[in-house]
């Protein structure tokens, strides 16, 4: 191909192949380059084949096969890998040319990159890419955010390529500034730490306290899957529950209890805490990931440390999953408001300014999260752009409390059989929190003036006053000062 290309992706891995040929298939010539040259050579003449993608042994070769602007996208590892990749393609840009980092970068250095980037005449983007192999292949959701002149370039591709919805609706559309882009598919990914661990508590207590097989799981999610928990993720779970072998083995039965992470849900917590945020769903998921990594620990544990026989589950047992499918369903919202939450937060410390139905409505379809429920939250937006909680959405607020008796006996369950709920009861422990006038936080305060005169507010005085009580006698009048972290 002797002409320009459209656009140039740098990574060969499985979402960067699967992304060049989505972007071939729709059109669009494409340059590619790894730092493996071999799987360069072995991409265009295999998968690639026959379609309008060039392939590239250098960085000066792939930047000079590029229409200007230059587009270029990186799908490396987050971290020194991309500093390094951008210092290497830098001297073969030019004024206006964009940068664009399809990985799962952290949102501070998007917002650092952003800067430095800009700073020597280019654009760019920090573009959050979700649906695993098949999204790349098939239509993603794409969270784009950076110099909002690279946005308008890029568009016409992003939006091509993107996942759409049922009523042709791209799932792909401008964040805001700097890392606001890698902000939202961070917050995407934490959800989505918390979904996937809150269906493994599901399954646990079926499989466990309820004794079902996994065929009778796999038909449980299949039904679940055509109600209101219509989503990718209760229908992979069907999938794996029914798979078997052609020797009769089931797969995941066979794996080992130790979950992986690479990173992006303990970032979600971090910057909760940072904001100060009740991230405590996604928090939790985390959390849970961790003490699964303690395996041989467990395994000493558990013939050591005493808990009721979870055995011989005594009760109605589809009544226990419907109250199962509630429990779920409820704690999923509290989990979305959560993220809302910690989204509105950063964007005013930011001085972003999200669109929060928008963003429900990019990951209605393409990204892992995607569900029918999204569609939901688009509509309470909808009707309330400046909605403070999902909780407090009509609809939500509805949904909740017809699931909130189902939801209760499952904890409740749970805690008397000794099965571990830690996202769905701190679920629970979050909405019976944000719906309390009065928290105990009262002593709380009481108690840190005590022992370092840290004064607090009276319920009779105006917000901002703060007093101090010389509870001992002995203490004096000199106060410490009053900061929040």
């Known amino acids: 191909m002797s002409e320009k290309v459209d656009i140039g992706l740098i990574g060969l891995a499985v979402m960067g192949e699967n992304l060049v040929l989505n972007m071939a298939n729709k059109g669009f ?27 590239c042994h250098s960085i000066e070769a792939f930047c000079a096969q590029l229409e200007r602007p230059r587009k270029v996208m990186m799908l490396v590892k987050a971290g020194q890998a991309v500093d390094a990749l951008i210092e290497q393609l830098l001297p073969h840009l030019e004024e206006g040319d964009i940068i664009i980092d399809g990985g799962n970068s952290h949102y501070p250095d998007t917002i650092r990159r952003t800067a430095y980037v800009e700073s020597k005449g280019l654009l760019y983007l920090g573009a959050g890419v979700s649906g695993g192999e098949e999204g790349a292949l098939k239509g993603p959701s794409i969270m784009p955010g950076g110099s909002e002149a690279a946005w308008l370039l890029m568009k016409p591709i992003f939006q091509t390529i993107s996942a759409q919805t049922d009523s042709g609706e791209s799932c792909c559309d401008w964040v805001g500034r700097d890392g606001s882009g890698h ?43 055509q109600a209101e928990l219509d989503s990718y993720l209760i229908e992979i779970t069907r999938d794996i529950l029914a798979y078997t072998t052609d020797e009769g083995e089931a797969v995941v039965d066979a794996i080992l209890d130790t979950a992986g992470q690479k990173g992006t849900g303990k970032w979600t917590a971090v910057s909760a805490l940072d904001c100060g945020q009740p ?38 047992v589809d009544a226990m999953v419907e109250d199962l499918k509630q429990a779920l369903y409820a704690s999923k919202i509290v989990s979305y408001a959560q993220g809302y939450q910690l989204m509105r937060a950063a964007a005013e410390e930011h001085g972003w300014s999200l669109n929060n139905g928008g963003i429900a409505l990019m990951w209605r379809g393409g990204c892992i999260i995607r569900s029918a429920f999204l569609g939901r939250i688009k509509e309470a937006f909808d009707r309330d752009p400046a909605l403070t909680n999902l ?88 106060s410490a000062g009053t900061y929040s972290v």
């Not at 010539?29 to 392939?55: C, L, M, P």
């Open 391 to 478: 909780l407090l959405d009509s609809f939500f607020q509805q949904a909740v409390e017809r699931a909130q008796a189902g939801w209760r006996r499952v904890v409740i369950k749970a805690t008397e059989l000794g099965i571990a709920m830690p996202a769905i009861s701190t679920a629970l422990t979050y909405y019976d929190g944000y719906r309390t006038a009065r928290l105990p936080a009262n002593l709380l305060q009481a108690q840190r003036d005590y022992f370092g005169a840290h004064t607090y507010e009276r319920v009779d005085a105006p917000r901002g006053t703060f007093f101090h009580t010389n509870w001992t006698g002995r203490g004096g009048d000199t």
């Open 183 to 225: 902000f939202v598919k961070m917050v995407h990914n934490g959800i989505e730490y918390g979904d996937m661990q809150m269906i493994c508590e599901v399954y646990q207590m079926m499989k466990v306290g309820l004794g079902l097989s996994n065929a009778q799981m796999a038909d449980h999610f299949d039904a679940w899957n």
């Open 279 to 316: 991230l405590t769903l996604i928090g939790e998921a985390v959390f849970a990931r961790c003490l699964s990594a303690l395996k041989e620990e467990r395994v000493e544990a558990s013939a050591m440390l005493q808990g009721p026989d979870v055995g011989g589950f005594e009760g109605d």
């Open 29 to 55: 010539s494409v340059a590619v380059f790894n730092r493996t040259v071999e799987k360069v050579d072995r991409f265009v003449e295999g998968r690639g084949a026959g379609k309008q993608i060039v392939g």
